[in-house]
T-cell receptor, first 110, second 114 residues
């Protein structure tokens, strides 16, 4: 059974810092991995999707990497801003089903 | 540009009552799914569908029924609500039946069972 873990559960940093969020998964036979953002009381928004054949994806200040052999993915956020405050979730896809981690609650302090 | 629409946004039920959470998408997506989100448990898949007339169980299907009579709609039915079903429910859709692309979420339905 696929298990997805995100550490830390919460992170608070000052504005302007670069930061890394971690995601690990137990079954390396995944099809892809997605990173999502969730604002309080809202649904999830897809940020980046990395296919299993890819090593990384970039969108603006966000960069996500994937290492299937070690069962790890990271989300790098450059030059963090208060508007980046949200919960970030990763999810691994296999056999039509996405399995989610519990998320990292990120707070960027002005 | 509606995307995935869920109704109602909030609902309070008494134990034993039944209800249906509605989900509709206007993107002609083949794959649709229902998740529940609980503190400390993350998002867990309840049921999913890869096209009209085809549904399958996810990780936590007990107590819930689904059907997919059209491409656009994927309602979730609670037959006899229990306090353990108090949760936030999310509907999500993806373009292809294998769910290999971006997953689009609705805004969620917050259900309280007393």
């Amino acid at each position: 059974k696929q298990e997805v873990t995100q550490i830390p559960a919460a992170l608070s940093v000052p504005e302007g810092e670069n930061l890394v969020l971690n995601c690990s998964f137990t079954d390396s036979a995944i099809y892809n991995l997605q990173w999502f953002r969730q604002d309080p009381g809202k649904g999830l928004t897809s940020l980046l999707l990395i296919q299993s054949s890819q090593r990384e994806q970039t969108s603006g200040r966000l960069n996500a990497s994937l290492d299937k052999s070690s069962g790890r993915s990271t989300l790098y956020i450059a030059a963090s801003q208060p508007g980046d405050s949200a919960t970030y979730l990763c999810a691994a896809l296999r056999a039509q089903k996405l399995v989610f981690g519990q998320g990292t609650r990120l707070t960027i302090n002005p | 540009n509606a995307g995935v629409t869920q109704t109602p946004k909030f609902q309070v039920l008494k134990t034993g009552q039944s209800m249906t959470l509605q989900c509709a998408q206007d993107m002609n997506h083949e794959y649709m799914s229902w998740y529940r989100q609980d503190p400390g448990m993350g998002l867990r898949l309840i049921h999913y569908s890869v096209g009209a007339g085809i549904t399958d169980q996810g990780e936590v299907p007990n107590g819930y029924n689904v059907s997919r009579s059209t491409t656009e709609d994927f309602p979730l039915r609670l037959l006899s609500a229990a306090p353990s079903q108090t949760s936030v429910y999310f509907c999500a859709s993806s373009q292809d039946r294998e769910n290999t692309g971006e997953l689009f979420f609705g805004e969620g339905s917050r259900l309280t069972v007393l």
